[in-house]
């Protein structure tokens, strides 16, 4: 069946340091790629989308692209700040169910 | 717009009690799913409704846990009766369609969830 891989946590980064969380997954057909996040005390909120080969997402200064040779969604960051400290899940969608990851807790240091 | 909301946000019970939460989507959105997140994991489908209809509850472990959508709009999940493992976060999502491939027509939008601890 479908699944997300993700990288285990947490990640401890200070201010101003570059982001990489990996993701992988495994579906059948041509999936549609998210990345959630979850702030302490919040709901999940969408914070990009992809939905085809080579797509890239992004938003707040985040970014990921649809690698299908690769089957990988992996999200970046240039510059992280103390107020991105969150839970960042990884998730696709194939025909009409969200498979999300594990999860990678991201701790910034001022 | 009001976001989905979800109560009670924390619920404390004994094993083999029983415990219902409830949910109210976006307004106007279709499709309403209901998730455990166990500590540690991401959020598992335990059911999704399109409209008052089930389009999925193959993860729902039928014997003890239920949902409804009355009218297709409020939602209620109930466990009957709890387990220890039950212990999760019961996070309620609506959307405005069900399936992929529109640019946002199947963003899912999450409610603040319901912390369950089972004693």
């Known amino acids: 069946g479908d699944s997300v891989t993700q990288m285990e946590g947490p990640v401890t980064l200070s201010e101003e340091a570059f982001l990489t969380i990996n993701c992988t997954y495994t579906a059948t057909g041509y999936p549609s790629l998210f990345w959630y996040v979850q702030y302490p005390g919040e709901g999940l909120q969408l914070l990009l989308k992809?939905?085809?080969?080579?797509d890239k997402g992004s938003n707040k200064g985040f970014e990921a692209t649809y690698r299908k040779e690769t089957t990988s969604f992996h999200l970046e960051k240039g510059s992280v700040q103390v107020s991105d400290s969150a839970v960042y899940f990884c998730a696709l969608r194939g025909s009409f169910k969200t498979i999300f990851g594990a999860g990678t807790r991201l701790f910034v240091k001022a | 717009e009001a976001g989905v909301a979800q109560s009670p946000r924390y619920k404390i019970i004994e094993k083999r009690q029983s415990v219902a939460f409830w949910c109210n989507p976006i307004?106007?959105?279709?499709?309403l799913y209901w998730y455990q997140q166990i500590l540690g994991q991401g959020p598992k489908l335990l059911i999704q409704?399109?409209?008052?209809?089930?389009?999925?509850d193959s993860q729902l472990p039928k014997d003890r846990f239920s949902a409804e959508r009355l009218k297709g709009v409020d939602s209620t999940l109930k466990i009957q009766p709890a387990k220890l493992e039950d212990s999760a976060v019961y996070l309620c999502?609506?959307?405005?369609?069900?399936?992929?491939?529109?640019?946002?027509?199947?963003?899912?939008?999450f409610g603040p969830g319901t912390r369950l601890t089972v004693l």
């Open positions: 307004s106007g959105h279709a499709t």
């Open positions: 992809a939905t085809k080969a080579d």
């Open positions: 999502a609506s959307s405005a369609r069900t399936g992929g491939g529109v640019q946002g027509a199947d963003t899912q939008y």
């Open positions: 409704f399109q409209n008052n209809g089930v389009v999925d």
